[in-house]
Antibody
Framework: EVQLAESGGGLVQPGGSLRLSCEAS????????MNWVRQAPGKGLEWLSF????????DYADSVKGRFTISRDNAKNALYLQMNSLRDEDTAVYYC??????????????????WGQGTLVTVSS | QSVLTQPPSVSGAPGQRVTISCIGS?????????VHWYQHLPGTAPKLLIY???YRPSGVPDRFSGSKSGTSASLAISGLQAEDEADYYC???????????FGGGTKVTVL
């Protein structure tokens, strides 16, 4: 079964750091572009970052650029999000999501076809 | 404020048809970028319902359909069922922002 499973969320103080992980199973992880998306309490979905299949292309939303770092380990079928200088407004459920690729061609404007269940990050003193 | 505009809520009785609009601009939907739709129950993984404006992934009932014209797109749910009660989000790509963008979400209530 194709699955994504996030972990690493928790309570952290403002200014602190946290590293989220996303473990993939049931598909050839190394062939897909991957993304992080979050949902703050009472808010909608917000795209945060993507990383290409080999990690050569990366991009971030302005809200997290310079503070968050996306990475991946294809040997471990794992995606990561290193979050530094956390703020109250970073409190959210964080999801990893796979880009829908056709014949291993993945585009920034493609849909996200597989999502994890999410992990909650709470930034509070 | 979201780049893509959706109504906050829509409602309908069981068996009825409801539609959700998603209005963008010339830098996203109007520029020809596809619109995708997701169903989301809080605490669960969002589910892809419609991709590339009007295509359904396998396993998605044909009660769900999508369309797009110009800067606007819409999701229709026919034969509304209690299990359809959820939040629905549209998504596209914005060339000015150079990133994927979501609508603010629409809560569907089955009366």
């Amino acid at each position: 079964e194709v699955q994504l499973a996030e972990s690493g969320g928790g309570l952290v103080q403002p200014g602190g750091s946290l590293r989220l992980s996303c473990e993939a199973s049931g598909f050839t992880f190394s062939a897909y572009t991957m993304n992080w998306v979050r949902q703050a309490p009472g808010k909608g979905l917000e795209w945060l970052s993507f990383i290409s299949s080999r990690g050569s292309t990366i991009d971030y939303a302005d809200s997290v650029k310079g503070r968050f770092t996306i990475s991946r380990d294809n040997a471990k079928n794992a995606l990561y999000l290193q979050m530094n200088s956390l703020r109250d407004e970073d409190t959210a459920v964080y999801y990893c999501a796979r880009t829908y690729c056709v014949n291993y061609s993945c585009y920034p404007w493609s849909a996200f076809d597989i999502w994890g269940q999410g992990t909650l990050v709470t930034v509070s003193s | 404020q979201s780049v893509l505009t959706q109504p906050p809520s829509v409602s309908g009785a069981p068996g009825q048809r409801v539609t959700i609009s998603c209005i963008g601009s010339n830098s996203n939907t109007g520029a020809g970028y596809d619109v995708h739709w997701y169903q989301h129950l809080p605490g669960t993984a969002p589910k892809l319902l419609i991709y590339a404006n009007n295509y359904r992934p396998s396993g998605v009932p044909d009660r769900f359909s999508g369309s797009k014209s110009g800067t606007s797109a819409s999701l229709a749910i026919s034969g509304l069922q209690a299990e359809d009660e959820a939040d629905y989000y549209c998504q596209s790509y914005d060339s000015s922002l150079s990133r994927s963008v979501f609508g603010g979400g629409t809560k569907v209530t089955v009366l």
